[in-house]
């Protein structure tokens, strides 16, 4: 099979995939109408596509998941400027060869004015030795460099290229985008399947659409699957029903890396849900990450945070659930052990919401970070430290410590604290109301030390 991406020092086009290529290579755009999706880069006016069509950019890194067109989009901007195009792999490739691509780069610009762009698909995958031989080429303008990654180029790819670099991320590919993108293949007979009179049920489009999760590849695959595996009827066609399209993409692969964004972006709307108190959503996000291979302990982690952080003692229940969810699913493991999860879930999100002790502390680990540390009252501290303090000159009056279970209620006012600092401030939700009128009640007995 021709490589799609192969250079020529003859001519600045990219070559055509020939005719047993993949569907999905034979219909990869050609140009940025065809691209599906991503319009929040390439629509009309949208700074990607002017920087393009001016041909006024110099590094370009795309991130986003598979098969959302980055490597397309380099393909596409290459066609666009008229620039040669030379790939690399970031699994695959070494120092010696980025030099020996940017040695012919060099040479093309100055023999023939040409200039080149250079695609490393998984730049995350170079360490920091081969990015860093990008840089003075990069800054020289030898190359016009455009990477590709499935991870956030922010943790993953050194400072120095993504300071050089205009960041874009891509989506995924919303169904009402992948239709389309369905229907054309179907529709021209050189480089799709237009030959082959197909009839195509529109519950059956959809339903590979959506199956695919965004993925135009994936999407494009299992029609060529279907279309190909699938007899033509007595009227001479091929009828792509929903039974057809169900069997020729069966499970849907979600789109979750174990240490990437899809990772903390799910996380992170799970604790949000709960916080929001919708266990629809909530539970929403759980089924995805248990879908996907999530570690169940990381959840049951994030469980127990979310308890004390986002329910705290507005129902100090939370907590003792959340426990219980954790220690159960160690009991009983998988699949069972996503019971007590989906239980403890529910019981979060559902219940009243105070970040009030959570929120206190910040403010004393505030004081503590910035202001001057207290030193510990005379009548606080240890009998050892008492003798010392009398020993300086303390009064009897400093030094006494009211023992609190001597008093009527257990409580006796007396400063805990010097300067009357306060951090705890209750609310009125669920069980918290009582422990502030409780303070309330305390605070209306204190008269402070003159």
Avoid at 363 to 383: C, F, N, Y
């Amino acid at each position: 099979m021709a490589d799609l991406f192969a250079s020529t020092s003859d001519s600045p086009r990219l070559p055509e995939p020939d005719s047993g290529a993949p569907l999905a290579a034979r219909m990869r755009p050609r140009n940025l109408d065809e691209i599906a999706g991503q319009h929040h880069i390439l629509a009309q006016g949208k700074l990607l596509r002017r920087a393009i069509e001016s041909d006024r950019f110099t590094s370009l890194i795309f991130y986003g998941p598979p098969g959302t067109g980055k490597t397309t989009l380099a393909s596409v901007i290459a066609r666009s400027t008229g620039s040669r195009f030379e790939s690399l792999n970031g699994v695959e490739s070494n120092v010696a060869e980025i030099r020996a691509k940017i040695d012919q780069a060099r040479t093309m610009r100055d023999l023939r004015g040409q200039s080149t762009i250079l695609f490393i698909d998984e730049i995350h995958r170079f360490n920091k030795a081969q990015q860093d031989v990008l840089l003075p080429h990069i800054e020289r303008g030898t190359v016009r460099f455009i990477g590709a990654t499935t991870h956030n180029p922010y943790f993953y790819v050194n400072s120095p290229l993504v300071s050089r670099s205009q960041i874009f991320q891509l989506e995924s590919v919303s169904t009402d985008d992948l239709i389309p993108v369905l229907e054309r293949a179907l529709a021209e007979s050189g480089r799709g399947l237009g030959h082959l009179e197909v009839l195509p049920a529109p519950e059956a489009l959809r339903h590979l659409a959506e199956m695919s999760d965004g993925d135009v590849r994936k999407a494009l695959t299992a029609l060529e699957l279907a279309v190909l595996t699938t007899p033509p009827g007595d009227d001479g066609r091929i009828h792509l029903t929903l039974e057809v399209a169900e069997e020729s993409i069966q499970k849907k692969a979600i789109a979750y890396d174990a240490d990437g964004d899809a990772h903390y972006d799910t996380a992170s709307a799970f604790i949000k849900s709960i916080r929001g108190s919708d266990p629809d959503a909530a539970l929403y996000w759980l089924a995805k990450m248990l879908h996907a291979g999530e570690d169940p302990r990381f959840i049951a982690r994030r469980l127990v945070i979310s308890a004390s952080e986002d329910i705290g003692l507005a129902d100090s229940n939370a907590l003792r659930v959340a426990i219980a969810a954790q220690q159960a699913f160690e009991f009983i493991g998988m699949p069972e052990g996503r019971i007590p999860l989906a239980h403890a879930t529910v019981y979060l999100a559902t219940a009243p919401k105070s970040n009030s002790a959570y929120a206190a502390l910040g403010l004393a680990m505030q004081d503590i970070e910035k202001g001057r540390t207290l030193a510990v009252p005379e009548h606080l501290r240890t009998r050892t430290r008492k003798k010392l303090a009398a020993g300086s000159g303390a009064t009897d009056e400093q030094l006494r410590y009211l023992y609190a279970h001597d008093y009527e209620g257990g409580y006796v006012p007396q400063a805990y604290l010097p300067e009357g600092r306060r951090y705890y401030t209750p609310t009125d939700h669920g069980m918290e109301k009582r422990i502030r009128e409780r303070i309330e009640h305390w605070q209306a007995q204190f008269q402070p030390p003159p």
